[in-house]
């Protein structure tokens, strides 16, 4: 069972590699066999963000993904639903852009110091916003087009880099991150979904994933 820590302090509690769900591209027997092959290479969280699951599907697909988590030593983060994430012993909730007011009544509802809180930004005002309402961290993009979003118009790495640097918030990379993009953001932290759910070899992804990320703080 991974180590657990007080979040409090002000420490960069980042993951430094952390694998998104999406069970309606990537899902069966075929999905768990993925993530396991990933946690084994070295992803050190997952985030399940599977909105379209009703509470009885979601709780039984986090428990699943708890233990795997939990044999590799790695985290298990839950998307808004902080009931399920709390059923499930998660190591932290994550909101959409949309509901970063709502973190500080889920920090006091969840009570617990060990549970991280990070949201989704796609701008400065939200970073901004996040940080001001105790976010541990942020998952900032997209920085490249990405397959999950069509049509959203990314960031790119300029504009990334100066919004990730803009406020005091440890910020992790998100869209459109592969192993051939991933050394042009290689000073943070990322978050994938296709570039691992949709490999033939994850855990070789997951290598050239990691190769460049930053010293964990």
């Not at 005091?168 to 990322?190: K, W």
Request: with cysteine; proline share 6%; charged share 20%.
């Amino acid at each position: 069972m991974p180590a657990h820590h007080d979040f409090t302090g002000g420490l960069d509690i980042r993951p430094r590699l952390l694998l998104i769900t999406d069970h309606t591209r990537y899902s069966g027997e075929a999905f768990f066999v993925s993530v396991e092959a990933a946690l084994k290479g070295g992803v050190d969280a997952v985030l399940v963000r599977e909105k379209q699951m009703d509470s009885a599907r979601l709780l039984a697909f986090c428990s699943r993904l708890r233990e795997l988590t939990n044999h590799y030593r790695a985290r298990l983060l839950v998307h808004t639903q902080a009931d399920v994430a709390k059923a499930v012993g998660a190591d932290g909730v994550h909101v959409a852009s949309n509901a970063i007011a709502e973190l500080p009544a889920m920090r006091r509802w969840l009570n617990n110091p060990n549970m991280t809180l990070s949201a989704s930004c796609h701008g400065v005002a939200q970073l901004q916003t996040a940080a001001d309402a105790g976010a541990d961290f942020a998952l900032l993009s997209p920085v490249f087009p990405t397959t999950s979003h069509p049509g959203v118009p990314n960031l790119g790495v300029e504009k990334f880099l100066q919004l990730a640097a803009s406020v005091e918030l440890p910020v992790i990379a998100l869209g459109g991150i592969t192993p051939e993009n991933r050394a042009e953001v290689s000073e943070y932290p990322v978050a994938v979904i296709g570039a691992l759910l949709g490999a033939e070899d994850p855990a070789g992804a997951v290598r050239r994933l990691r190769t460049g990320t930053v010293a964990a703080g």
